[in-house]
């Protein structure tokens, strides 16, 4: 069964370092999401991305952040200067968007943390 | 702005009892998800709710929709240790981008 795969499951960096986290999502998919959980918090919308732009954007999705699509296949988030409360576990999830469910398919998620 | 609240935020509850998790939000969807995430893990989907009136069942757990109520429930039938986890409705909005608004959860533990 198609799944939505997320590298590097964990990852630690420095304060005001840069990061880039990784998805790919499933191939038919047209919608994509980052999603955000700080530890024991709720899951929060970060943007979504269809047609090669983003689609909406949270208030948290400010400008240290940027998504790209760079080959058709790999979906990613970039944080430019990390910060402390970036520290939290970041979902990707993909969608087909037809048949009505609009299901979106999460990944395992990668697990930042700032020191 | 939709707005997606679950009570309890805690519930501890022993083993072969009943409870249930209730998900209301706060504008028209007809589309509902419930989730269960293990500590550190992902989210696992366990319904997909997508009408009023929906009703799906999976082993103890049965989960409904009420669109018109605007409040989703998950039943928990004779509840067993393998439960604990917390539990997560999402809402989708009906347009645009489809994204999801996530309750405040629900961490389930089952007192054997």
């Known amino acids: 069964e198609p799944e939505v795969t997320q590298t590097p499951s964990h990852q630690v960096t420095q304060m005001g370092q840069e990061v880039i986290l990784r998805c790919v999502p499933i191939s038919n998919h047209l919608y994509f999401y980052w999603y955000r959980q700080i530890l024991g918090q709720k899951v929060e919308f970060l943007v979504s991305f269809y047609n090669n732009e983003i689609s909406e954007k949270s208030e948290i999705f400010d400008d240290q952040f940027s998504v790209e699509r760079p080959d058709g296949s790999n979906f990613t988030l970039k944080i430019r200067s990390t910060k402390l409360e970036d520290s939290a576990m970041y979902f990707c999830?993909?969608?087909?968007?037809?048949?009505?469910?609009?299901?979106?398919?999460f990944g395992p998620g990668t697990r930042l943390t700032v020191t | 702005e939709l707005k997606v609240e679950q009570n309890p935020l805690f519930l501890s509850m022993q083993e072969g009892k009943n409870y249930t998790i209730y998900c209301n939000y706060s504008?028209?969807?007809?589309?509902l998800y419930w989730y269960r995430q293990d500590p550190g893990k992902s989210l696992e989907s366990l319904f997909v709710l997508l009408s009023n009136g929906a009703v799906k069942q999976e082993g103890r757990l049965m989960a409904s929709l009420d669109t018109k109520a605007r409040l989703s429930t998950l039943h928990i039938t004779a509840a067993v240790h393998d439960l604990s986890a917390t539990y997560f409705c999402a809402v989708a909005r009906p347009s645009g981008t489809y994204k999801y608004i996530f309750g405040t959860g629900t961490r389930l533990k089952v007192l054997a």
């Open positions: 504008t028209t969807s007809d589309r």
């Open positions: 999830a993909s969608m087909v968007a037809s048949g009505g469910s609009y299901e979106q398919y």
